[in-house]
C-alpha cells in the first residue's frame, strides 16, 4: 500500500491481510507505518494479520501495489518509482473531488481520470482502476463485512482478470469487470455523489449491480 497509513490504505491492508496476503503498508516515514500497523496489530491481534510497514519506495518492491495517497499527492509519490513499478500490477483507487460549498465534486483531471494519469506516469506499469467506492471506516471493519461490487477497469485485460479474482477472494465483496481504463473517468467522477448520498442519507452507500450472474 503506498499511502498506506490512510483511512483508505488501511482498509484495504487489513482485508487482504485477512485473506492470508503479506501486506506492506507504505509510508514517507517508516515510523509512521510502523505505529500503523502497530495500532492495527493491537486492533486485530486474535487475527494474525501478516502485516508490515515501510517506505513507499520500499513498498514498491511488492508484486502487487496500491496507491492510496491523497489523488494530488499520486503523480510525485509514485513517478520516482516508475523502474521498480514496471511490468507489475498497479491499482488506482485514487479519486480527484474537491469541496464546492458544502459539497463534494469531481475533478477533471488533465489525462481523464487518476488511473490515466498513472498509466502516464509509470508507462511499464499495468495500470488497474479498483476500490474507488468502498466506505473506508465501515470496510476497516473486518468483524462486519461490506455488501458491494468494485468495479475494475483496466487496458491490461490478465491485469483486470486478477484483480477481479482477487476482490471475489474478499468477504462481502464481487469484483466487476468494467472494461477499459476510459471508464475510470466515470467511475472516479461517480464517488462524490455516493459522499453526497452519504451526507444526505447519513450513511455509509456501497454499490451493487443487478443482472450480473457470478
Ligand atoms: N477514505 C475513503 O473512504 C476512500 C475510499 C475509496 C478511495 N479513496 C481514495 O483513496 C485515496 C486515499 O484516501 P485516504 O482517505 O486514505 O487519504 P489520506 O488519509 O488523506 O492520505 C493517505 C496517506 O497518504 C499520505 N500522504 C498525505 N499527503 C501526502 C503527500 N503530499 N505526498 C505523499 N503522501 C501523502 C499520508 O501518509 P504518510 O503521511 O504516512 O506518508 C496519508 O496517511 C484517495 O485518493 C481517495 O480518493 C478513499
Request: hydrophobic letters at 45%; a negative charge.
Amino acid at each position: 500500500m503506498i499511502g498506506g497509513t490512510g483511512p483508505a490504505g488501511q482498509a484495504v491492508a487489513v482485508q487482504f491481510a485477512a485473506i492470508g496476503i503479506d501486506v506492506v503498508i507504505g509510508s514517507r516515514a517508516l515510523e509512521r507505518a510502523e505505529e500503523t500497523v502497530g495500532e492495527l496489530a493491537r486492533r486485530w491481534d486474535s487475527r494474525s494479520l501478516a502485516l508490515s510497514g515501510g517506505t513507499n519506495e520500499t513498498t514498491a518492491d511488492a508484486d502487487l501495489v496500491v496507491v492510496a495517497t491523497p489523488w494530488d499527492a499520486a503523480l510525485p509519490t509514485v513517478a520516482p518509482l516508475a523502474a521498480q513499478l514496471d511490468g507489475k500490477i498497479v491499482v488506482s483507487m485514487l479519486n480527484a473531488i474537491t469541496r464546492l460549498g458544502k459539497e463534494m465534486v469531481p475533478l477533471l483531471p488533465p489525462s481523464g481520470s487518476m488511473a490515466a494519469a498513472l498509466a502516464r506516469a509509470l508507462p511499464g506499469a499495468r495500470i488497474v482502476g479498483a476500490f474507488h467506492h468502498l466506505p473506508a471506516g465501515p470496510w476497516s471493519d473486518l468483524d462486519h463485512p461490506l455488501d458491494a461490487d468494485v468495479m475494475v477497469c483496466s487496458d491490461d485485460r490478465s491485469a483486470a482478470r486478477e484483480v477481479v479474482e482477487l476482490i471475489g477472494r474478499l468477504p462481502g465483496l464481487r469484483g466487476i469487470d468494467a472494461g477499459g481504463l476510459s471508464g475510470a473517468l466515470a467511475i472516479e467522477a461517480l464517488t462524490p455523489t455516493l459522499l453526497e448520498i452519504n451526507r444526505r442519507y447519513k450513511t455509509h452507500a456501497s454499490l451493487r449491480l443487478t443482472g450480473i450472474d457470478s
